[in-house]
């Protein structure tokens, strides 16, 4: 992503500037411009709340299908490869279950959280036994990865706070940076999270997760492609900052808008 | 030479039938390599050894919820330390998906309870006991029935036609019972112990029944068991030898009945889960005056588990057990003995690579047992292992007795 030219948002207290700091803004924000060469293209969202409506709106399939593999690096560079199936239903249910290695086959979770269901099962065949994962335990590490379970969730909008603190243009139009506050209510883990979302796509392409006012992880999502006719990023890798320590999902054999019933996104599919 | 026929007719019908009744046919291979080489503070070996794993699996029928799927699994074990090499059928099931019914047929481990590690519900397989604290369920031939009544109610019943005890503790681990010999005689020999385990008959079938209702939040079950004591009451009968003052004590391992009812059931509450599981063992004895039948019992458990933040999770729970105590000569009512163990576990996975486990059981009779543990992988389904034990506690406590029995077990294991 080509950086050329950057808007800055002043933090929200900051922002009743005098009319003299307004103009020379405005003027640093001309000279600037001009100077690289490229006058910041038109935004079409103009504060964090809009943009962020219009992430959550973004056309989504009603259910998807797909293998995933997932590959986990440490910080000598040796990895170590996982394989999933997962069936989802929008963001409000989903199923994930592993398929290889052989010494974690069967091993599955299942999330659902439609409002007036919020629960996460897990399910491991060696103790043939669906357990409940307890809330501060979507902190933990999702299967020996550098995503945890909250993670793997996602991120609903209507979970944070959202304050538009940077756009910047890039070569594919506009990229925001949105800084998300997790409300008290939802039980996450981080202080905070940093998005950086594309105009183009309104896919997260980079989100940093910050805990105890430090940056502890770093989420790239790439191999952004038209699928079943929506944009989905098909690549997601999470970097434990520090740790040096990378595990990167890929998604395939994508099936879209098929039906799946209710029994999918149940305890009996789970342990099947 | 008429066979040919009859065998050539079943192939075309087998072939004929083939494209429909396995066209949805899945299957794969799975299976296990270990070695395990254990050391005990004595200088003994407790297993130098190797396991070998192959499994079975497959499924018919359509993807989410298949007509039936099957299991089977050998293994072929051989331990110089334990002086054993053997090939066993482990699992082998099959099971129909009848709409909302689930029935399974075949040798099975089937799991019961909400706790971790001592569930007191969990009673309707054998279990190996060689080598003790450990004791690893086994399969057993079992029809188990599971219904799903709605999303978030269902019933299993289970029937288990043979019983089958769980192994011993090892020779080097078993406690022989004092053999007390009426006052005023003289034993003049003691017969080798004669086990009476049941044999298969209609009355001696097992059964369970649980009741498991889970709606959002928390989950709670109720079971009721028939069965067999999976380890044998022991008692001595006194055998006159024919001269007065003289008589010859035959002890016997008898496998009483059981009638178990239990509860068990998990709640999150923010950050914990707590977990709970009782159940009340009734036997034929209820005031303990019949050495030849195990006096009632009970055992409760309660823990929580929580994770603490870029740390371990945590297990903590107290395990209670009580047992009718025989009645005193006297005819006086018997009292009720009680023992209290807490166990804490913790967990930590340092890496994607890297698990680190601890527990510690301590029994309020002071004695205990540690077992640090660190597992490794190597590379996709290969883990390496190294887990120890420190046993502490006087004699005649739970564990004082194995306390010359602390060590290690290196292992070395490939999944496929």
Known sequence: MTRRTRTVLAPAEARQPSSLARTLAALLLVLAGGLLGAPAAAQAYADADELMTAVDARPQPTTLQATMEMTLTNASGQSLTREMRTWARSDEARVMKFTAPADIAGSGFLMIDDGAVDETLVYLPALDRVRRVAGGQRGESFFGSDFSYEDVEGIDPDDYAHELVEVWDADGGPVYVVESTPLPEAGFSYDRLVLEVPEATLIPARVTYYRDGEAVKELTVSDVQEVGGYLLGLERRMETLGRDSFTVIRQRDLTLDEDLPNEVFSERFLRR | ?416
């Open chain 2, 1 to 416: 030479m008429r066979r040919v026929p009859i065998v050539a007719a079943l192939l075309m019908a087998v072939l004929a039938l083939a494209p429909t009744a396995f066209a949805q046919l899945r299957t794969d291979w799975s299976g296990r390599l270990e070695a395990r080489l254990g050391l005990e503070s004595t200088g003994a070996w407790t297993v130098a050894g190797a396991e070998a794993r192959l499994a079975l699996n497959g499924e018919v029928g359509s993807e989410f919820f298949p007509t039936a799927t099957f299991r089977a699994e050998l293994r072929a074990e051989a331990d110089a330390a334990g002086r054993l090499a053997e090939v066993r059928l482990d699992e082998a099931w099959g099971r129909l998906f009848l709409g909302e019914v689930e029935l399974t047929l075949g040798n099975q481990r089937l799991f019961w309870g909400s706790t971790d590690g001592v569930n007191p519900v969990d009673r309707l397989n054998p279990r190996d006991m060689t080598v003790p604290p450990d004791a690893e369920k086994l399969p057993v031939t079992m029809a188990h029935l599971r219904a799903w009544l709605d999303s978030d109610v269902n019933v299993e019943v289970a029937l288990i036609p043979v019983f089958v005890p769980s192994m011993p503790a090892g020779e080097d681990w078993r406690e022989e019972p004092a053999l007390t010999p009426p006052p005023g005689v003289t034993v003049t020999e003691v017969r080798p112990v004669r086990e009476e385990v049941p044999g298969p008959a209609l009355e001696n079938l097992q059964a369970g029944l649980r009741v498991q209702w889970r709606p959002v939040g928390f989950d709670l079950a109720a079971s009721y068991q028939y069965l067999f004591r999976d380890v044998p009451t022991r008692s001595a009968e006194v055998v006159p030898n024919g001269t007065p003052g003289e008589v010859a004590l035959q002890p016997v391992a008898r496998y009483d009945r059981l009638h178990v009812v239990g509860v068990d059931g998990s709640v999150t509450l923010g950050d914990v889960v707590l977990r709970g599981e009782a159940a009340y063992l009734f036997t034929s004895d209820p005031d303990g005056t019949d050495p030849a039948v195990g006096n009632p019992s009970f055992q409760v458990v309660v823990g929580a588990e929580t994770p603490i933040p870029d740390g371990p999770r945590l297990v903590a729970q107290a395990i209670l057990d009580g047992e009718t105590s025989d009645a005193p000569p006297s005819g006086a009512a018997g009292g009720i003995d009680v023992g209290l163990r807490t166990m804490l576990v913790a967990t930590y996975a340092a890496d994607a690579r890297t698990n680190l486990k601890g527990a510690w059981v301590h029994d309020f009779d002071g004695s205990g047992m540690l077992r640090p543990g660190v597992s490794y992988s190597f590379a996709d389904g290969i883990t390496g292992a190294l887990e120890g034990s420190v046993v502490y506690g006087p004699d005649g406590t739970r564990f004082g007795d194995w306390r010359e029995r602390s060590g290690a077990t290196a292992s070395l294991r490939m999944d496929f």
